[in-house]
Nanobody, 121 residues
Framework: QVQLVESGGGLVQAGGSLRLSCAAS????????MGWFRQSPGKEREFVAV???????YYADSVKGRFTISRDNGKNTVYLQMNSLKPEDTAVYYC???????????????WGQGTQVTVSS
C-alpha cells in the first residue's frame, strides 16, 4: 500500500508559478512511476506529466515547456513545477503512483486526494 499526499496548490495570477509536491509513504515507493493528473469542473480528469522510477519524463502537449516533473527518492517526494500558468490550468491536481509509466489513469494503483490550483486572469 502506498499513501500519497499533495501540497502546494493555491491561487496565482496568470503568468505566475507554483510548485506542487507529492509525498509518498508505504511500500515499494522507489519502484513506482509517479504521475500528475488534473481535473477541471465539468471535465474528465486528464494526464499532465509522469516520471518513471529511473527519471524518464513525459508531458501532455498542453503543458510541455511550462511544467517540469521531478522526483527526490531520498525524500520520497515528486514535484511539479508549473511556470507561465494560464487560467485554463485551473484544476484539482492529483498525484498518482503505479507500476507503469503511463498517461492513462488505468496505469496507476494509488491516488492522492488532490490539491486545488486556481489561476486568475
Amino acid at each position: 500500500q502506498v499513501q500519497l499526499v499533495e501540497s502546494g496548490g493555491g491561487l496565482v495570477q496568470a503568468g505566475g508559478s507554483l510548485r506542487l509536491s507529492c509525498a509518498a509513504s508505504g511500500r515499494a515507493r522507489d519502484s513506482y512511476a509517479m504521475g500528475w493528473f488534473r481535473q477541471s469542473p465539468g471535465k474528465e480528469r486528464e494526464f499532465v506529466a509522469v516520471i518513471s522510477w529511473s527519471g524518464s519524463t513525459y508531458y501532455a502537449d498542453s503543458v510541455k515547456g511550462r511544467f517540469t516533473i521531478s522526483r527526490d527518492n531520498g525524500k520520497n517526494t515528486v514535484y511539479l513545477q508549473m511556470n507561465s500558468l494560464k487560467p485554463e490550468d485551473t484544476a484539482v491536481y492529483y498525484c498518482a503512483a503505479g507500476r507503469l509509466t503511463s498517461s492513462r489513469e488505468g496505469g496507476y494503483d494509488y491516488w492522492g486526494q488532490g490539491t486545488q490550483v486556481t489561476v486568475s486572469s
